[in-house]
């Protein structure tokens, strides 16, 4: 799927939702970039809608692009809900 862009107050707690799998934003790991810019990265906690299990999903800061699935499942390379290619539907809760 195509990255997600994300907004600048994002704070540990937000879910971000992909259709109905909640992404929930679990820790901001400041990191300071080769240019010298600060920056972060993102680790997102949900549960892979094919077994369950909860894993962890880490992003940049300012676009995100998410793996649905828990390590063993991802490379099923088959979209979770509906057609490939097709527009999953995005929100976003701040805690
Ligand atoms: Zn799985």
Redesign the pocket.
């Known amino acids: 799927m195509p990255a997600i862009p994300l907004p600048d107050d994002l704070t540990i707690g937000t879910v971000l939702k992909i259709d109905a799998q909640a992404f929930e934003l679990a820790e901001i790991e400041p990191y300071t970039r080769k240019d010298g810019q600060a920056s972060a990265i993102l680790h997102w906690r949900s549960n892979?809608?094919?077994?369950?299990?909860e894993?962890t999903h880490s992003t940049g800061r300012t676009s995100a692009q998410f793996n649905r699935?828990?390590?063993?499942?991802?490379k099923a390379a088959k979209p979770v809900t509906g057609k490939r290619g097709r527009k999953c539907k995005l929100s976003l809760a701040t805690a």
């Open positions: 892979c809608p094919t077994c369950g299990v894993f699935r828990c390590e063993e499942h991802r």
